[in-house]
């Protein structure tokens, strides 16, 4: 039985069209290769598996990581920025209004900082198997989606507690999700690759997600920067995310409008170079990384 | 379709020498670089004259260039036919490597062309991704998609992995708690049971133990039988004989030759015999000249022939008592024997400049067909021992030990002298 079934087989594996690859040295120009991406789907499965299993394996609390990081930075921001700055927060109580904010800036720090070290993280991967390696900055990127997802849990709690109810706005988290997810993996694309040949990155990354906090309306609102600064600060592609999950949450601002779509096209911008500049660094990973 | 699978024209591949040391750099030196650019540019000119009209450069910068790469693979063509079994010898750093990394498409080459119809499948080195935190099973998934597998025929194939790998009562037990052996076999269970077209092996093999070799080998045959198309780099030379039908010799980069297994391997053989020896290596205080290894009863060296070890040096000092050190090891780098030339005699002292030849004669070679390596330690009279830089390597001439048969790694590397006796013979070989 067990022949036949492997000659049945075989016969439908000859049926099928063996694919051709060319093997040539590196051009200027790749090609992006989301079709071959989309073929290596299940290895960004496991992987992104692979990453949130491994995470707090060997430690005491566990998954509990997931909401303390978040909270704490909550009761701090509350504590300083809430109590004793008294920065204002669009008639929100502070501390819903800025884990609100936390949840979409943690999310985008921390697929931010994994991204960029994923490759040089994997090296062992790289230098002795081929696939695509776009699928490694993006797992790392999927990975932070599960942190999210426990520490929303804990803001919709607070909420309760708070008696705030969410609008049809709500709707919209979905897509915003997506959209902070995008902008962690565009910089990530860009640092990953930068990476694998200049060390440096490493060390600049904390340096360049404490800032880029600052630069972002999660400590305050948006609505404190002075007019004449708005157009260079919704450059930052996090203001439309930060400001769009308040706007889907808690309905402030009114209503996320000009800088949603900045975000969105900065993202685009940075998403298409980031892609481009990472295919084309690939080539060289493995002999480099 | 065609029935060639891997076709290459003119591949190779540059690599910048020292590469191992400063693989990846830091942003200070680009700015470094970049900011004395401009006048290493003007002091270039200046060194070379005016004319650099056409673009080209300069030969003394050329030459640099050439000085600063290696090229790992040179211009190597070559064509398999669909379903072959090819074998891959050459020494260490010959380039094996490099083109099989180039044809798992890991690395680009520098120049020429492949094509590879079918997927490919390669196992570079055993347990790649494997993650210790991982249970067995989530590994053999992990593994198997980071190979290239789907997950349905990852699943579809898992109980015949488990089963190879003999680990069918720890699948759920993280593998960090697997001793070595069911680690490889678990590992290269996977990747042993990739359906794909093109499989690339490394010499991952060398690791484990002869049963584990074996049934690594009984595999691959098995996957050969199947029709499918097989690059396989060895030191193994008899598993190589056993399986492959052809085999590709690799030499500083270049293909020197292709075509049926053993005799290609008999032509690699005798070139590793003929050179490689002479080369004079330099150790902090000699220069060794030659290491020679002989039988004194035949033209190559054979299990139980009388064999002598010569060894020639030059101390650059003068040593009051130099000695030498003579180890002989496996492929592997397995320590099976060694002689101290003080343990027989005492050496004159030497002056430096003056030759030193020293060397031992072995009554009856123990070891048994096969490849292996001498290394050579000198001690240079202050109690030190200097490890010669270089592998010696050699082959113990495959011929008939024990009767008929071809030994192999199932008998170990030691040849016994031996005869057989019994209540009741009624022929005795050994005569």
């Known amino acids: ?289 | 379709m065609s029935n060639i699978t891997i076709r290459c024209e003119g591949l190779s591949k540059r690599y910048r020498i020292g590469a191992t040391y400063e693989r990846y750099k830091a942003l200070r030196d680009v700015i470094t670089d970049a900011a004395t650019a401009p006048f290493r540019r003007i002091r270039g000119a200046a060194r070379n004259g005016h004319g650099n009209s056409n673009g080209h450069q300069a030969p003394a910068a050329q030459a640099a260039i050439d000085n600063s790469y290696i090229w790992a693979l040179d211009d190597v063509s070559f064509e398999i036919p669909t379903g072959d079994l090819v074998g891959i010898v050459g020494r260490n750093g010959a380039g094996k490597s490099t083109l099989l990394r180039i044809l798992s498409r890991i690395t680009k080459p520098t120049r020429g062309r492949a094509e590879v119809h079918g997927r490919v499948g390669s196992l570079l080195e055993v347990g790649t991704g494997f993650h210790p935190e991982l249970t067995g099973r989530e590994n053999v998934y992990l593994n198997g998609a980071i190979l290239g597998m789907r997950k349905s025929e990852i699943s579809r194939k898992f109980d015949e992995i488990v089963s190879f790998a003999e680990v069918e009562k720890f699948i759920d037990t993280p593998v960090k708690r697997y001793s070595t052996g069911m680690y490889m076999r678990l590992a290269f269970g996977v990747a042993a049971h990739m359906e794909t077209e093109v499989l690339i092996v490394d010499e991952v093999l060398a690791v484990g133990d002869a049963q584990f070799q074996k049934k690594c080998f009984q595999r691959m045959s098995e996957i050969g039988r199947h029709g499918r198309t097989i690059l396989f780099v060895s030191h193994n030379m008899s598993a190589l004989r056993g399986i492959c039908k052809q085999a590709l010799v690799i030499d500083r980069g270049k293909l020197i030759a292709q075509g049926e297994v053993n005799h290609t391997i008999d032509q690699y053989l005798a070139q590793i015999g003929d050179d490689g020896q002479d080369e004079s290596v330099e150790t902090p205080t000699f220069t060794v000249a030659s290491v020679e290894i002989r039988s004194e009863s035949s033209p190559v060296v054979k299990t139980f022939d009388p064999v002598r070890i010569s060894v020639k040096f030059i101390p650059k000092t003068d040593i009051v008592e130099p000695g030498l050190f003579v180890s002989i090891l496996t492929m592997e780098s397995r320590r099976l024997a060694s002689l101290d030339f003080r343990d027989f005699a005492t050496a004159a002292p030497v002056k430096a400049g003056e030759v030193c030849e020293q060397g031992f004669t072995i009554e009856s070679f123990p070891l048994l067909p096969g490849f292996y390596q001498l290394e050579i330690h000198l001690r240079n009279g202050r109690e030190l021992f200097e490890l010669v830089p270089h592998a010696y390597q050699f082959e113990v001439a495959e011929t008939q030990v024990y009767g008929g048969r071809k030994l192999d790694d199932w008998f170990g590397r030691v040849g016994l002298k031996a005869r057989a006796w019994g209540s009741s013979l009624s022929t005795d070989y050994t005569d």
């Open chain 1, 1 to 289: 039985m067990k022949a036949i079934a492997d000659v049945v087989h075989t016969i439908r594996r000859t049926q099928l069209a063996v694919p051709c690859f060319r093997i040539e040295p590196s051009t200027r120009w790749p090609s992006l290769g989301l079709r071959e991406l989309w073929e290596y789907r299940e290895l960004l499965y496991f992987l992104t598996l692979r990453d949130i299993k491994v995470r707090y394996k060997q430690t005491v609390l566990g998954a509990i990581w997931v909401i303390i990081q978040p909270l704490f930075m909550m009761l701090v921001f509350s504590l300083f920025f809430g109590k004793l700055a008294h920065v204002p927060s669009d008639g929100v109580p502070y501390p819903v209004f800025s884990f609100c904010a936390l949840l979409p800036w943690q999310l985008f720090a921390q697929s931010l900082t994994e991204s960029s070290n994923s490759l040089v993280g994997n090296q062992n991967l790289i230098t002795k198997v081929y696939f695509p390696r776009l699928v490694v900055p993006i797992s790392a990127v999927l990975g932070g989606l599960v942190d999210f997802a426990i520490s929303f849990v804990m803001l919709l709690a607070l909420m309760i507690f708070y008696g705030i109810v969410p609008g049809w706005q709500i709707l919209a988290v979905p897509a915003l999700v997506l959209l902070a997810v995008m902008v962690a993996l565009a910089v990530g694309l860009w640092l990953s690759a930068l990476n694998v040949q200049y060390r440096d990155v490493r060390y600049t990354i904390n340096f360049l997600v404490q800032f880029w906090l600052f630069a972002t309306p999660v400590a305050y609102p948006s609505s404190i920067v002075p007019e004449r600064w708005r157009v260079l600060y919704g450059l930052n592609p996090m203001v439309g995310v930060v400001d769009g999950f308040r706007w889907a949450l808690l309905g402030k601002p009114e209503s996320p409008g000009l800088p949603l779509l900045t975000s969105v096209i900065v993202v685009l911008l940075l998403l298409a170079g980031g892609l481009y500049y990472f295919r084309r660094l690939e080539q060289q990973f493995a002999d480099i990384v």
